[in-house]
């Protein structure tokens, strides 16, 4: 499988506290993006960070990446009960394929 | 803004059944993708389509075909329904990756029930 693997799988925290959920990934990739699905709808793209790039901030996220390690991290700072959904990180290959970790679950608890 | 359409939304079928999922968007995009979502498996890629007229298979294409007639419809069909195909599937598109900063843009979903 060319998947990535997203951990943890499920992650409760605190409203205010800050959410990390990491991503490790198989093949090379030209960039690795993480999406956002609250439960019953599609996924929504919230970032995007390329293969030259190491860390990448928007508003209250930050990703970084590390391509020797084949891995990602998505930090979500002062979480709110809004962000409660799933979370998927999404590699391009070299083949212009996009594919989707397993998913994290977060739940913030107001 | 319509974005990505998937219909039908909901659907229950006996096995050996047929059925196709149509995927329209209008955002003029080259590439479009039919996933399917499954409890703790995440998004597996099941066919994807880089233009008009073009298909190639992803991760788990067995059991299903797809066409791409028109640029912007991607279908999705079912030959013989089995249970294992109960699932969530969706459809997604993008432009070309020519930039690679191009993201994809998902539609809500089609839930199928095979019994």
């Known amino acids: 499988s060319q998947q990535g693997e997203e951990d943890p799988q499920a992650l409760s925290i605190q409203e205010g506290e800050n959410a990390t959920m990491n991503c490790s990934y198989k093949?090379?990739?030209?960039?690795l993006q993480w999406y956002r699905q609250n439960s019953g709808r599609g996924l929504v793209h919230l970032i995007l960070?390329?293969?030259?790039?190491r860390e990448k901030h928007s508003g209250r996220l930050r990703v970084t990446l590390d391509t020797s390690k084949k891995s990602s991290s998505l930090l979500i700072t002062a979480s709110r009960a809004a962000d409660t959904a799933s979370y998927f990180c999404?590699?391009?290959?070299?083949?212009?394929?996009?594919?989707f970790g397993t998913g994290t679950s977060l739940t913030v608890i107001p | 803004n319509a974005g990505v359409t998937q219909t039908p939304k909901f659907r229950v079928l006996k096995t050996g059944q047929s059925m196709t999922l149509l995927c329209a968007q209008d955002?003029?995009?080259?590439?479009m993708y039919w996933y399917r979502q499954d409890p703790g498996m995440g998004l597996r890629l099941i066919h994807y389509?880089?233009?008009?007229?073009?298909?190639a298979k992803g991760e788990v294409p067995d059991g299903y075909n797809v066409s791409r007639l028109k640029k912007q419809n991607f279908l999705l069909g079912l030959e013989s329904a089995a249970p294992s195909q109960t699932s969530v599937y969706f459809c997604?598109?993008?432009?070309?990756?020519?930039?690679?900063?191009?993201?994809?843009?998902f539609g809500e979903g089609s839930w199928l029930t095979v019994v």
């Open positions: 999404a590699t391009l290959n070299t083949g212009n394929q996009f594919y």
């Open positions: 093949t090379s990739i030209n960039n």
């Open positions: 960070i390329r293969s030259n790039e």
């Open positions: 955002m003029n995009h080259e590439y």
């Open positions: 389509s880089v233009g008009e007229g073009t298909t």
């Open positions: 997604a598109s993008n432009s070309n990756l020519q930039f690679a900063g191009n993201t994809i843009y």
